[in-house]
Each structure stands twice: as structure tokens, then as C-alpha cells.
């Protein structure tokens, strides 16, 4: 996904990259305009990951970014293994992690980029298209099994509950929120991708999907409109009865201003860098006003805004 109108507003962060380049880094290391380095990503964010490193790659042609997508846990193994620069990942490293780090007498430092939404969807066939947190916690539990134990719910069958991997941060990111230790009683699938989630929960209307919100809310790609295709985002709503329809939250950017909708997540980028180098780059790019633009571009509310400017008129002279 290639992101280009931005063009003519990136000359600040390439000025300011440019005297980063010239910090003087020497002989075979990497530097915020030349070299190539080593990311890790969970393959939930793949469409914004592939939207910033395009971008960046398109003012520096120099620079190339080797993306490696796989679940969250061995995103953070491969930073830890120094074998990724840096990784995006919905958490930070714990401190047996950080321990690693610091006995390879390595350092890291983190980023937080954005607010993400892990985004519930279901087939258009399906016409229960609402759910509390309440719910979702006893589904998970094992408690609720069948889509007409729902509160209103429009339809029998029994619940399949679909993911990309185990160790990936959809999956993780549920359990924690909710407290869940035991899965093994579920029906639940493994289905290898967040595309193939979409494209299983499109085919079967008693599947329960869940996938990172990149990847259907970038209304101006054409990928992500094919993919919204066929299915429905649920509204959660935090309460279990409640009070009405505006009460349930979509994942997307009107949502997760304020942390509204309840399945928000934060987004790092975590680098073990030791050096000003192509990964400084990178996140220096990201924090400024056109990393937040492209972050908002994609449908997720980013740290940094990008800072809008107004022309007000009052009909007085100053």
C-alpha cells in the first residue's frame, strides 16, 4: 500500500531528517537517509506499517526497510534476538525482556504512535451487529455458546470465534483485557492472516472475527474497501444494558478519540538502536506531523496529531 499525497507536505521532517543524516555516521553503519534495516511487525498492523515505511522509503530512495510480519511474541523474540531493529507491538517489554537487553549490554527505547481499535466483525449475513463487553467476556468464558443467547440476538447457532495466530496480538490482547487463562473449551479457528479472518467471517455468518482495524478503515484504498466488503464492524458498548444505540462504539478514529470504544490498544514502536541510524529515522519521521497524518490517514487516532489550521473571520481589522 503505497501512500503518496502527502508529498507536498513532507519538507519540514525532511529537512529535519537531513541534519540527523549528517550526525556522521560512519563507514558501513546505516543513517536516517541510506541503509537497510531489519522490521518486525505484528501482522495485524501490516497496512500501516507498509504505509510508513513506503512513505519514508519514497523521500530517502536509499533506505529499505526488510518487514517481517508475524504474531506479537516473536515480533518481540526476533528485537530480542537482534535480529529486527525495531518492532511495532501493542505493548511495551516486560522487564525479564528488558533484563535480556541489558545483559547483551544493549539498551531499547520506546514510542507510543497511535490508539488502535481491535475491531469485531461479522458477516452482512449475520444480522446480530451490536455486542456488550459483558458479552464478549462470556463468550470468551465459555459461558455464552450461542448467538441467540445475545441480548436481542436475531439468530441461532453456535459461536465460532476466529483469529489470525495464536501469539498474535488480537488474540493476547482479549485474553488480558478479560482475564481469560483457558481457551481449550472454545470453538475457535486459527486462520493464518487478519485477510483471512475477513474472508472467513465473510463466508460463514456464525463466525465472530477479530482483527486490527487497519485493515478495513483506510477508506482510500481500494484494498481496504474490497476487504470491508461482505462484512459488518459490531458496536461494542462498555455497559451490559445499555441506555441507547449511540452507547455502542465503532473501532474507528470518532471512537478512539477519548478511548471510547472499549477494545482500544495502544501502538509502540520499540527500537534496541544503539546509534543515530536508520531506525531513529524512522521514528523520528512517525512522531512528527506527517507520521500522524499517515496514522490518521489509516483510520487510527495517532499520538501526534497532524495540527489542522483554521482561517477564522471576524469582519474587524487588527
Known amino acids: 500500500m503505497k501512500f503518496r499525497s502527502a508529498g507536498i507536505m513532507l519538507g519540514t521532517s525532511v529537512a529535519f531528517l537531513s541534519l540527523l543524516g549528517c550526525g556522521g555516521s560512519n563507514g558501513d553503519l546505516d543513517n536516517p537517509r541510506q541503509g537497510t534495516i531489519t522490521i518486525a511487525s505484528d501482522e495485524s498492523f501490516k497496512p500501516l506499517v507498509n504505509a510508513l515505511t513506503n512513505a519514508y522509503e519514497g523521500i530517502y530512495p536509499n533506505t ?4 517481517d510480519y508475524k504474531p506479537e511474541q516473536e515480533a518481540i523474540r526476533q528485537l530480542l534476538q537482534d535480529s529486527a531493529r525495531i518492532i511495532f507491538a501493542t505493548r511495551q517489554l516486560n522487564e525479564k525482556e528488558a533484563e535480556i537487553i541489558k545483559k547483551q549490554k544493549g539498551s531499547h527505547k520506546f514510542q507510543h504512535i497511535a490508539t488502535d481499535g481491535l475491531a469485531l466483525v461479522v458477516s452482512k449475513s449475520n444480522t446480530d451487529s451490536l455486542i456488550t463487553m ?3 467476556k462470556a463468550i470468551l468464558e465459555g459461558k455464552i455458546t450461542d448467538w441467540s443467547q445475545l441480548k436481542d440476538g436475531n439468530q441461532k447457532g453456535l459461536i465460532t470465534l476466529v483469529f489470525d495466530n495464536a501469539n498474535a496480538s488480537n488474540l493476547n490482547f482479549v485474553l488480558n483485557k478479560f482475564g481469560i487463562t483457558d481457551i481449550q473449551r472454545l470453538r475457535i479457528i486459527s486462520s493464518g492472516s487478519n485477510e483471512n479472518v475477513i474472508k472467513d467471517v465473510r463466508s460463514n455468518p456464525l463466525h465472530l472475527g477479530f482483527i486490527g482495524v487497519t485493515w ?3 477508506g482510500h484504498s481500494l484494498a481496504s474497501e474490497e476487504l470491508s466488503k461482505g462484512i459488518h464492524v459490531m458496536g461494542v458498548a462498555q455497559k451490559a ?6 452507547d455502542y462504539i465503532q473501532p474507528f478514529q470518532g471512537g478512539l478519540e477519548f478511548k471510547r470504544y472499549p477494545l482500544h ?11 543515530s541510524g536508520l531506525g531513529g529515522g524512522l521514528m523520528t519521521y512517525i512522531a512528527r506531523d506527517v507520521g500522524g497524518l499517515i496514522i490518521q490517514k489509516m483510520g487510527l487516532l495517532p499520538t501526534v496529531p497532524y495540527p489542522r489550521e483554521l482561517e477564522i473571520t471576524t469582519g474587524k481589522n487588527f
Do not use: A
Not at 64 to 67: D, E, P
Not at 241 to 246: E, G, I, Q, R, V
Open 64 to 67: 529499505h526497510f526488510k518487514l
Open 134 to 136: 459483558p458479552e464478549i
Open 216 to 218: 478495513i478503515s483506510d
Open 241 to 246: 444494558k445499555p441506555d441507547s444505540l449511540p
Open 265 to 275: 490498544r495502544d501502538l509502540y514502536i520499540i527500537s534496541r538502536e544503539g546509534y
